[in-house]
């Protein structure tokens, strides 16, 4: 299975955009992107899953580049509740029974 | 409507002890897992089952024993019970194999303290 790098953590604002990117390398040719998000004392949350180029959905976007070596998790105008830990993960979610969830991204939503 | 829900949510017990967290999901799907998130939040797969067959066994130790009545339950048996294994325990649930959009849904979560 691929293995994901993403940064520890991440500061922003309220109001502005943040972008949290992921590094798959050995991403495989059936992998999905997949991110989630986990709130304090709760379980993760499905955010959003891409293949290649962009998809958007209500809550983000993603951003796959041509190589899919990276991904992009864009959140438009981020509130304080925001505030969460956001996980990559990369697998091939149409036979896997098995999320490999890495490390995550903390990102902190100050006023 | 709770999609995958779990009990107890908090459970505090001694040293040596044996104990049981259920699990429940009503979304239909075919697989549900169990994760465990320890105090450095890493989260990290235990067990996956698909339509009540264990497929996924990540070198869990053998007191910790995964029951699926039906495809709508997994339980986590936990015997013996040591410090290390407190911890918050999470059920979860996906449909595999059903292509495109394939998401995990996850329970609140059981914070099991032994003591």
């Known amino acids: 299975l691929a293995k994901t790098t993403q940064p520890i953590s991440m500061d922003s604002y309220e109001g502005q955009e943040v972008n949290i990117t992921c590094s798959h390398n050995n991403i495989a040719t059936n992998d999905y992107i997949t991110w989630y998000q986990q709130f304090p004392s709760q379980g993760p949350r499905f955010i959003i899953q891409g293949y290649k180029t962009k998809v958007t959905n209500e809550v983000a976007s993603l951003f796959i580049p041509a190589d899919r070596k990276s991904s992009t998790l864009s959140l438009p105008r981020v509130s304080l509740s925001d505030t969460a830990v956001y996980y990559c993960l990369v697998g091939e979610m149409d036979s896997s029974y098995k999320l490999i969830f890495g490390s995550g991204t903390r990102l902190l939503v100050r006023p | 409507d709770t999609a995958v829900s779990q009990t107890p949510k908090y459970l505090v017990t001694q040293m040596g002890n044996d104990k049981s967290i259920k699990c429940e999901q009503n979304?239909?799907?075919?697989?549900m897992y169990w994760y465990k998130q320890d105090s450095k939040k890493f989260l990290k797969i235990m067990f996956s089952y698909n339509n009540k067959e264990l497929i996924i066994n990540e070198t869990v130790p053998n007191r910790f024993s995964p029951k699926s009545p039906d495809k709508a339950h997994l339980n986590l048996h936990i015997n013996s019970l040591e410090l290390g294994d407190s911890a918050v325990y999470f059920c979860a649930s996906s449909q595999v194999g059903a292509g495109g959009n394939t998401e995990a849904f996850f329970g609140q979560g059981t914070r099991l303290t032994v003591v």
């Open positions: 979304l239909g799907h075919d697989t």
